[in-house]
């Protein structure tokens, strides 16, 4: 069963081996957990619905369900639901089994000047999905039940599915046919390929098989103004592409209903291995080349010192640390070391090939092995474990969030240096050090983006760690904005974004994007207040 109130599966839990508490105590300071409210104690908060009186079928209204869908994974939202203020509820949510029901809903939508929020996992980290306080009632509408294979053109190599499939049911329907999409967000157990697209999402592997752009093929969207249907060319020069007007929309057009994608035979070979470099511009310079000379890798991230003295803490027992690290002083690596994964995927002479090439440009950046294979093993076997170490920190009365670009080569390195200090320095009015930490975790041959992770104490109550957060998020997204990068390379806008939309799309952008979501959605009833922030509900 899902948790209500927090990441993943109830049965799941991460713990930290108990050297993590005293290095958290160490570097913030010591902590207390804040209380957690029960899911009784909300139910009881849920006010009446004010679609109560309407007679539909679909229309689910009790206080569990509305709760449910009320939040996503934000660090706002998980503050929300562990105190057990959620402030506002769908008045319903709705689980449609069809496109036709989809229209039916819109259409009631209409008839009662209800506002839709489209819910795919409900994994937004950026206030996508939370409703705001509205004159109007809110139906939040989740794909959940729409998510089968719905045809598989093996020739083309496109497959369509209903767009609430989770990553799970994706790869498990397409593996059963020989297939993959390839596409590993690390929300995958929970996030679905409607969301993928409407907040342009970005996988682990997308050094191999693109971005969703890449894979998004087309499908078709029941918006207020009727359906719009995205025909699978493979390529097109009839004017501007529609397929990119509805890519990262946010749920402001309409409603994904179908999503097909282009799909690559399951490859016979995938290894994945974690090196170490003796420094952070080496590993950095290390990175850059090998994309630039176009190695084949299908993943490749590096973390700076910081994020790799942290990782190592939190994950490896003190023991098998201490090892580890004399084994690497003994190869030269020591203080300042940069932790590097990458992953090798397809057919297996290729496979090797592509490990050869990596290897002479690692070698040459004095990248060290240690173990081969066994590192990078263990970080494919947990990468979907690692949302879970929320849950972990938080027993111990710590708050973890993160926040994430991308720009040009020529800037990354001082952004992530600037970002770092303004965010580590946040909170020094009130004494209270922030722990901050970066990876490059997609690199392209123009630049990267930088996904940054911070650490702190949440304080007395949640007012404080609420506050807390609001004035570091206030300081990353100003030095994304002050760097010129873009306010989101993976998470999307939502309503967390909005504010600092503008700085990268311009009056006229911005302005062009509004009339847009006008003539889809003239009453202005998807979504309102996400993507675009003058646009109140
Ligand atoms: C622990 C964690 C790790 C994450 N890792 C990654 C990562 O590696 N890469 C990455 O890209 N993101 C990541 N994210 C962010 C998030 O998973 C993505 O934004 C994801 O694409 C959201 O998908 P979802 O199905 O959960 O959509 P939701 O959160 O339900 O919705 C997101 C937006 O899409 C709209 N939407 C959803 N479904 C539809 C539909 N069918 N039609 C129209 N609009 C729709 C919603 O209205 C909303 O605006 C992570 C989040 C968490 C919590």
Known sequence: MRRWNGWGDESI??????????????????????????????????????????????????AEIRIRHARGQSLPDWLAMRSGHFGIFPDAVARPESGEQVRELLELAAEHDAIVIPYGGGTSVAGHITPAESQRPIITLALTKMNRLLDLDE??????????????????????????????????????????????????????????????????????????DLPTFPASAAGPDLRELVLGSEGRLGVFTEVCVRVSPLPDEEI???????????????????????????????????????????????????????????????????????????????????????????????????????????????????????????????????????????????YIRDAEKRVGTALSDQDEPVHVFTHLSHIYRQGSSAYTSYLYRVGNDYDTALERWRIIKAAASQAIVDWGGTISHQHGVGRDHAPYLQAEKGELGLAALGTLFRRFDPDGRMNPGVLLPEDKP
């Open 13 to 62: 839990d991460m713990t930290l081996p108990a050297s993590a508490e005293s290095l958290l105590s160490e570097l913030l300071g010591s902590s207390a957990p804040l209380p957690d409210a029960s899911l009784s104690d909300v139910v009881g908060q849920v006010p009446e619905s004010r679609l109560a009186g309407i007679d539909h079928a679909l229309l689910e209204r009790d």
């Open 272 to 414: 994945f291995e974690t090196l170490f470099l003796p420094d952070w511009q080496r590993a950095f310079d290390c990175a850059r080349e090998l994309v630039r000379q176009r190695v084949g890798l299908s993943m490749l991230r590096v973390a700076n010192p910081a994020e790799t003295f942290t990782g190592l803490r939190l994950a490896v027992d003190k023991k098998q640390l201490g090892w580890l690290e004399r084994l690497l002083r003994l190869r030269g690596i020591g203080e300042g070391k940069c932790m590097l994964t990458l992953g090798c995927t397809g057919h297996r002479p290729a496979v090797h090939e592509t490990q050869q090439q990596a290897r002479t440009v690692l070698r040459r950046h004095g990248a060290v092995a240690l173990m081969p294979g066994k590192l990078g093993r263990k970080w494919a076997h947990g990468r979907f474990r690692y949302p879970y170490l929320r849950e972990a920190l938080w027993r111990l009365g710590y708050a973890v969030d993160t926040f994430e670009t991308a720009l040009d080569w020529s800037r990354v390195d001082g």
């Open 155 to 228: 020739a083309s190599g496109v497959a369509t599915f209903g767009a609430g499939a989770r990553g799970p049911e994706v790869e498990a329907q397409l593996r059963a046919r020989g297939y993959t999409l390839g596409h590993f967000p690390q929300s995958w157990e929970l996030s679905t390929l409607g969301g993928w697209v409407a907040s342009r999402s970005s996988g682990q592997q997308s050094l191999r098989y693109g971005r969703i752009e890449q894979l998004f093929a087309g499908g078709r969207i029941e918006t207020p103004s009727g359906p719009l």
